[in-house]
């Protein structure tokens, strides 16, 4: 038998290389990579919310069954799922490092009414709060290398529930396909497949329910040479080209032309993971 894999140390390995990927994208000297994207992540994400969503449903209704209950929201963004949250729950604190995220967030907090949201400024596991029935971390986990660690910080902070929203990429995709020529394994990213295995090494044993609604916008690239660029930035080969070919002939065959550019397919779900904290206290 082969040995087994340390999912930990893999999504160490993933975070680091996305950071590195990251790095092309940041202007040299700013502290807070959001300053010029806050408000255009926010109008993304408000049109995502347009499309009804079973995970924010499943949720909901946990909330609701517990009146009076509390939520923590981990990596809070600007505010959709504070403000969804302070619907069915008596209190919400708000956790968010990016202070452009959180300038943005108030305006929509006011915006919606949610009176009942407390705002805390940084990052998750540093920020000191107090203990929540329930706690969320929508697709905010990706930037920290020690996944374990950021897990157990949560399940001190939660006396019921924890849920965690994570990508979900297909099996067969574009970055699948990509990551094991380059990489030897079919994870680009830190995401859901890798983030369930650290979970049962911990001995956590979650539920999952999966969203099929078009959660992203589909990629678009102006032409299959600029495609092949951002494939080749995304896993940080620089000017290496030893799979320039192979990466050039998988684009050819999976991007379909339209409006003068290329249609990247789309290779990702969301999947919504959870488990009960009381219960797994109360096992033997």
Partial sequence: MG????????????????????????????????VKKAHDFHARTVRRWETP?????????????HPGATALDIGAGTGAWA???????????????????????RGHLAAEGAAN????????????????????CSHA???????????RAMIRCTRRVCFLLMRAPTADGIMAQAAR??????????????AYNVLLQMGICPD????????????????????????KRRFDLGER???????????????????????WPRGVRSALVYWDVSRERETP
């Fill in 3 to 34: 040995r087994e894999t340390d999912w930990a140390a893999l999504w160490r390995e993933l975070v680091a290389g996305q950071q590195r990927s990251w790095h092309h994208q940041v202007d040299e000297g700013e502290a807070d990579v959001w």
């Fill in 53 to 65: 969503d079973s995970s924010r449903e499943l949720i909901a209704a946990t909330l609701r069954a």
């Fill in 181 to 194: 020529r380059v990489w030897g394994h079919p994870h680009d990213s830190p995401n859901f497949q890798v």
């Fill in 141 to 151: 986990m990706y930037g920290c290398p020690d996944l374990p660690g950021f897990v």
């Fill in 241 to 263: 080209s030893e799979h320039d070919a192979f990466l050039a002939e998988l684009l050819r065959r999976n991007l379909t032309p339209a409006d003068g550019g290329y249609l």
């Fill in 83 to 105: 403000a969804f949250l302070a619907r069915a729950a008596a209190q919400v604190t708000a956790v968010e490092p990016s202070g452009a995220m959180i300038g943005v967030m």
């Fill in 208 to 231: 999952v329910r999966m969203e099929d609604s078009g959660l992203w916008d589909p990629w678009t690239s102006p032409s299959l040479e600029e495609a092949l660029a951002e494939l």
């Fill in 117 to 136: 949201v407390a705002v805390v400024e940084g990052a998750w596991p540093d920020v000191a709060v107090e203990p929540h029935d329930f706690t969320l």
